[in-house]
């Protein structure tokens, strides 16, 4: 498993940590401890990996790792000032678990980027501290190793589950799937027309793709994207364009593709190892060992001619 640390998806926006009931702190925020797990507090340095939930005051969830099936992992850095989230973060210790109201005004003050589009005066975050792995600059081999140790056991667990999440999407969804050699599963939802696909016929797709939570990583609809608020203003919207079978996209996205005819709609249910494997995608909400889901209607095939494509969509491994 690629050893990446995933910086923890918020600007430094600030609480103070007195543990208790309602407590207020710098920055005009205010916070319960829910749980208090007895332990030594965190310090700069220290590795640590957390679940976080942050939504807005409408209640729109903004980010959610239990979504994901990814807990955030950072080491931890130097207060940028007192009262933001690492000034918060090192008052906790391992199995703390805390409510935070973040006053967004009060943190631009502070010098924090204001975050984009988000409406109200405060963000809400629930995180819970799972696990803490001591910095000891006289140690730092050991330290390193520890960390190494970490990855490793998240990555076996996540390898052992995934059959079990791409066996309960399939109930879960009542889907009747079709599976072929490579282990990828397909549902054809609708029929398409024509001859079978060649290696190197240009196609035009709508897709969305989703994680077995359904969760939607990244969609070619807008309608889509709005709906599961995913939308980006600054990127396209439209059919992904490109050469089939030639290696340009993940190779279970690829095999499906070329299984269906002009006109057709499927689902793909995508094993880790034809998408995105032990690796996971840097940067991005897919994880190490995910199966994926896409839903993919074809538009148009042109054989054998090019068609200029538009990066709208993962690049292959």
């Known amino acids: 498993m690629k050893k990446q640390l995933i910086i923890i ?153 995934e059959a079990g999440k791409i066996t309960k999407y399939i109930a879960d969804n009542k889907l009747v799937t079709t599976k072929l050699p490579s282990g990828l599963q397909i549902v054809n939802t609708v029929e398409g027309t024509g001859e079978k696909l060649n290696m190197g016929d240009s196609v035009m797709l709508n897709y969305t793709g989703k994680l077995t939570s359904g969760k939607v990583f990244d969609t070619s609809l807008a309608d889509v994207a709005k709906a599961n608020k995913t939308f980006n203003a600054q990127r396209p ?16 996205f690829d095999e499906g593709v070329m299984q269906m005819k002009k006109g057709g709609k499927s689902i793909l249910i995508i094993p880790s190892d034809l998408a995105y494997g032990e690796q996971g995608m840097q940067g991005g909400m897919i994880g190490p060992y995910s199966p994926l889901i896409f839903e993919i209607e074809l538009v148009n095939v042109i054989s054998g001619k090019t068609i200029p494509a538009l990066p709208t969509m993962p690049n292959a491994k």
């Open 9 to 161: 998806a918020a600007a430094a926006l600030g609480f103070a940590a007195c543990k208790g009931g309602l407590q207020k702190g710098p920055a005009g925020l205010e916070y319960t401890i829910n749980e208090d797990a007895k332990g030594d507090s965190i310090k700069v340095g220290d590795f640590i990996s957390l679940n976080i939930v942050a939504k807005t005051e409408a209640d729109s969830v903004l980010y959610n790792s239990y979504e994901t099936g990814r807990q955030s992992q950072t080491l931890v850095p130097k207060s940028m000032y007192d009262g933001d989230l690492f000034y918060a973060i090192m008052k906790l210790n391992k199995g703390d678990s805390a409510t935070i109201k973040i006053n967004i005004d009060s943190a631009e003050q502070k010098g924090q980027p204001r975050p984009a589009g988000i409406k109200g005066k405060y963000i809400l975050y629930n995180l819970r501290i799972v696990e803490v792995i001591k910095k000891d600059s006289t140690k730092e081999q050991e330290f390193q190793t520890k960390i190494n140790a970490f990855f490793k056991a998240e990555g076996d667990k996540e390898k052992s589950s």
């Open 237 to 252: 919207y439209t059919t992904l364009n490109m050469l089939i079978g030639m290696g340009k996209v993940i190779k279970g």
